[in-house]
């Protein structure tokens, strides 16, 4: 299966259906486990990974995902489209009951994201983007199939940037190089609006124009980035990893994420100036 649309919709029903499967867990008690690097895993995180794993592996395409074990990279190195997952991406806002965790999946082609998906199953809304097509929003209603979904999701767009800039943080993981990156962006910027989110949803933020900037001046993997990176690319904004401003890349060697800041392409004159 190569063709993009129908890739897209495998994309979307596994999301669909995988968010549901965490939403079985999300309002009740949970069992937590620490993986080897000491971040939280659940159920819901392993059921979620089952699902998708069911409906990609239909694509004859390889899945490299947070919860699967990864291939050497002299296996993956021969990948030139894979499926890059992170089922269930904001574990630690999911197991303290907060609505703004996802499920992340992305197609990777020569390194670099040519489809996104991104589910926000508490809050009932889907995003996804696509290489030459662009980004897209959608509303999930209870038991809303992908066919239905996209023809009823409407195209977003970064758009203008804010009066006072807008910039989105982590709840779980705000470091001191991150303070110091938005500190130096006031200094030229004027004072700015700090939120703070979890998961990939900061991207899809700025994606659909409610949010400007997100500097990520800290460690993340690349399942964590890889669907929101092509939501927010395909929407007008830019995604560069600092201090070389080169595009993030992904299906490297070592899965481990630059840092990185995203943001609408029109603050370009202002990122030059402050790194």
């Known amino acids: 299966m190569t063709n993009s649309q129908d890739l897209l919709h495998v994309a979307v029903e596994a999301a669909l259906k ?36 069911k409906y ?26 894979l499926w890059l997952v992170d089922p269930l991406d904001g574990t630690k806002e999911f197991i303290n009951k907060r609505s703004d965790y996802t499920i992340n999946i992305a197609l990777i082609k020569n390194n670099q994201p040519v489809l996104g998906v991104v589910f926000v199953p508490a809050k009932s809304v889907l ?31 970064a758009g203008s940037i804010h009066k006072k ?24 910027a004027g004072q700015c609006d700090i939120r703070s989110y979890g998961s990939s949803l900061k991207l899809c933020m700025i994606a659909e124009g409610s949010a400007d900037i997100y500097p990520r001046l800290g460690p993340t993997m690349e399942w964590d980035t890889a669907a929101s990176h092509a939501i927010a690319e395909f929407a007008g904004c830019r995604i560069v ?35």
Do not use: C
């Open 241 to 275: 990893s600092l201090p070389t401003r080169k595009p993030v890349e992904y299906n490297k060697r070592n899965l481990l994420n630059p840092w990185f800041i995203v943001y609408n392409a029109k603050l370009n004159s202002l990122i030059s100036k402050i790194i």
């Open 165 to 188: 800039l807008v910039v989105v943080a982590s709840k779980s993981h705000l470091s001191e190089d991150t303070r110091q990156f938005i500190r130096k962006l006031e200094k030229n």
């Open 56 to 81: 990609l592996n239909q694509t004859d395409l390889p899945v490299l995902s947070e919860e699967n074990k990864v291939m050497p990279f002299v296996t993956r190195s021969k990948w030139k489209m």
């Open 18 to 53: 995988a968010g549901l499967k965490t939403l079985k867990y999300y309002k009740n008690d949970l069992d937590v486990l620490l993986k080897d690097d000491h971040s939280p895993l659940t159920l819901a995180d392993l059921e979620s990974n089952e699902v998708i794993n």
């Open 127 to 157: 995003y996804y983007g696509i290489k030459d097509s662009g980004s897209y929003r959608v509303k999930v209603s209870k038991d809303a199939i992908a066919e239905s979904l996209l023809k009823a999701s409407k195209k977003i767009h």
